[in-house]
């Protein structure tokens, strides 16, 4: 058997980084970015109010206590998105909204809650009953996030829906990112039948190309061909060619990998195959070319394991993204579970206030335990059992 490291290693050599283009804002979405983005504005634009209140001068309303009032007049009424600046003399005062610029002329905000009037609208003299603590309160000052022509996203950063907003807060309306790869998935194997379809004697659903797809998809991948095809061989080698011809990137297959008699991927697929020191996902096909190839074991939890561990890095590195490791915690284990020597587990468990507990029983045959499992923990090649108390590494995953 290979390490899990020597195997991706091995994929991580043969992977070809991707295309770019300049694409707007509203289709980047779960795309990478290939160019760093910067500000196109000061964050904030402008000296704005961070209050419903007052603008004022400092200097008129320092000594202003419940025993001292400072009465100021009302000469201006600024909303937010307005363009005024009005003039502010000495002992006068804008009523001003959140949002709004300050004017040149003043340099602190007193809150509504902080005088007697309020802010109605018909109040000529704001009557000012608590003094504000410093010059400048409640003004959020220009460019005090970001200048103009600052880095906001790091090139490498895969966007979401909080990195799109910051690109727009920031004037940004274009970003550019690489290509999204293009995967054929198929599911190989006579016992597969199409969900909603009548299962004959030794049939069962097929749902490997349902996991597969939905992992690729929130992987910034595109899948272009999702196919079933039977064990005769036939069928597999044309999905291969209607993979390549639609130009996909890479093509993962599941099942057909193992050392029994009908192994149709082992048997048709241009792979090289190896017995990996894990659990579950020990026999792994790859083929290094145009398309890549993914040969991955038929039981659904060795399919979420091995796209975890081996197809996942693949995608992101073909599209220049960096730190995407997932997050690995240790936690305390509640419910023991053996593992098998020499090979390297990752076992779907279930997190809750306790620490971890497995997800089932432990096969990897198991599909509907996948939809319990809210991480994998990481058991090491040397340990052959984990007992309640233990503390093991676990990764989360969405």
Known sequence: MITVEEHLAQILAAVRPLETARVPLADALGRVLSESVRSAVDLPLFDNSAMDGFAVRFADVQT????????????????????????????????IMTGAPVPADADTIVPFEDTA????????????????????????????????GDVILEAGEMLGARQLAAAAAAGVYEVTVSRMPRVAVVSTGDELAAPGEPLRRGQIPESNSTLLEGLCRENGAQVVLRSRVDDAGDSLRQVLKDATA?????????????????????????????????????????????????????????????????????????????????????????????????????????????????????????????????????????????????????????
């Open 246 to 398: 639609m130009g996909a990137d890479v093509v993962i297959t599941s099942g057909g990998v193992s050392a029994g008699a009908y192994e149709v991927v082992r048997n048709v697929m241009p792979m090289s195959f190896e017995q990996v020191a894990m659990q579950p996902g020990k026999p792994q096909g790859f083929g290094d070319g145009t398309p890549l190839l993914f040969g991955l074991p038929g039981n659904p939890v060795s399919v979420a394991v091995s796209f975890e561990v081996f197809v996942r890095p693949a995608l992101l590195a073909m599209q220049g993204a960096r730190g995407q490791d997932r997050l690995v915690l240790p936690m305390r284990v509640t419910e023991a579970w053996r593992t098998p020597a020499g090979r390297r587990q990752y076992r779907p468990v279930v997190i809750d206030r306790e620490g971890v507990r497995p997800a089932s029983s432990g096969g990897s045959h198991l599909a509907a335990s996948l939809g319990r499992a809210q991480a994998y923990a990481i058991v090491p090649t040397d340990v052959d059992s984990v007992a309640v108390g233990d503390v093991v590494d676990v990764m989360l995953v969405p």
């Open 64 to 95: 202003a206590g419940a025993d001292a009032p400072v009465a100021l007049r009302v000469v201006a009424d600024l909303p937010a998105g307005t363009a005024d600046d009005p003039a502010l003399k000495p002992g006068e005062a804008a009523r």
């Open 117 to 148: 009037g309020g802010l109605s609208d018909s109040l000529t003299v704001a009557e000012v009953r608590v003094a504000p603590h410093a010059r400048g309160a409640h003004i959020r000052p220009q460019a005090e996030e970001h200048r103009v």
